[in-house]
């Protein structure tokens, strides 16, 4: 085990997965000679070459068009939008070519790209660069969604996503690149659609993702000395989405709270609240609360974005709702 940041873990799966297979590329903005807008490519292009780390213009519909390309010709690409945000000028090439071409060529068709993108708030980078969109593409037949919160996760999702036959959206919160953990220095994969479970316990579920485990695992802590025995299940993966995993726990705690950074209103926790009321009612003691972001664009002033973005103190009031405090 090595101690890596997340970009670190991430720069390393790249590194490893273009040693090991000739046809998997990078390409996007600033990804060659800059290194990445947050560091992630850095020192690829020297070793790999400009025709394997190719830094491209800005047209965010041509990065993803040529990946959509690339991978239906047999080549692997992996693709860096800097900000989610900027993908709205290239989904036609993502959800209505990418996610689809498999199904319309019965099944005949591989398009094994990865779209790696930043999300989130917390640097105060306004409307425009700071949303979590996550609940978009698990609308989107045909892609894979993933969401790490932790640097040992990070590099083996991204090995496991390289080598995917289908279209990946890679989601990296900001506020996590700088992240350390324990990370293996070797090649390993983490299974798309499994759940990890961060923190067991038997009052409470709580289902949170990216960086928001983070504030959970804060908020359960304090929580604990209160009486509050708190269970934290990350999905890892949104789509697929495990949810044996969040069944099982609801069934041990029989309360859910769900947090994430997204508006709260048709967020990905609406999805994970509607599976467990339709699958898992009866486990139910207590209403289901969902704990996100108001529906409202990302403020740009650092004391509304603090206001916008969840806390641990409203998770740890959400907890104590369920609870009946």
């Known amino acids: 085990m090595a101690t890596m940041m997340m970009m670190q873990a991430l720069t390393n799966a790249l590194d490893l997965e273009m040693q090991r297979d000739p046809d998997v590329f990078i390409s ?193 802590e304090k929580l604990a000395a209160e009486g509050v025995s708190v269970e934290i299940i990350d999905p890892r993966t949104l789509l697929p989405l495990d949810e044996e995993t969040i069944l099982t726990s609801v069934r041990k705690t029989h309360r859910l709270v769900i947090v994430h950074e997204e508006v709260k209103f048709a967020g990905s926790g609406a999805e994970i609240a509607a599976m467990v009321a339709e699958k898992g009612f009866d486990d139910l003691d207590a209403p289901i609360v969902r704990v996100g972001a108001p529906f409202t664009p990302v403020p740009f002033s650092p004391a509304l974005e603090r206001e916008f973005v969840p806390n641990e103190a409203k998770i740890i009031e959400a907890v104590n709702k369920v609870m009946g405090k």
């Not at 036609?92 to 990865?114: E, H, R, S, T, W």
């Not at 969604?145 to 040992?152: A, D, G, H, L, R």
Request: charged share 20%; proline share 5%; glycine share 12%.
């Open 28 to 220: 996007g903005e600033d990804v060659g000679v800059f290194g990445g807008s947050f560091g992630v490519t850095q020192g690829l292009m020297a070793k790999y070459g400009e025709r394997r780390v190719r830094d491209t213009p800005i047209t965010e519909s041509a990065i993803i068009g040529s990946a959509v390309g690339a991978a239906a010709a047999g080549l692997r690409p992996v693709v860096e939008l800097m900000f989610v945000d900027f993908i709205g000028v290239s989904l036609d090439q993502l959800f209505n070519q990418g996610a689809k071409m498999k199904y319309m060529f019965g099944g005949k068709a591989k398009i094994p790209m990865v779209v790696r993108a930043s999300c989130g708030a917390g640097l105060s980078a306004a409307a425009q660069h700071s949303q979590c969109l996550e609940a978009l593409f698990m609308h989107l037949p045909g892609l894979k969604v993933v969401m790490p919160s932790m640097p040992y996760d990070a590099k083996g999702l991204l090995l496991t996503s390289i080598r995917d036959d289908n279209p990946v959206v890679f989601l990296e919160h900001k506020m996590l690149y700088g992240v350390q953990g324990e990370v293996p220095e070797g090649d390993y994969t983490i299974p798309l659609g499994v759940a990890d479970v961060k923190r067991e316990g038997t009052d409470v579920t709580l289902v949170a993702t990216a960086y928001m485990v983070h504030l959970a695992l804060g908020a359960a």
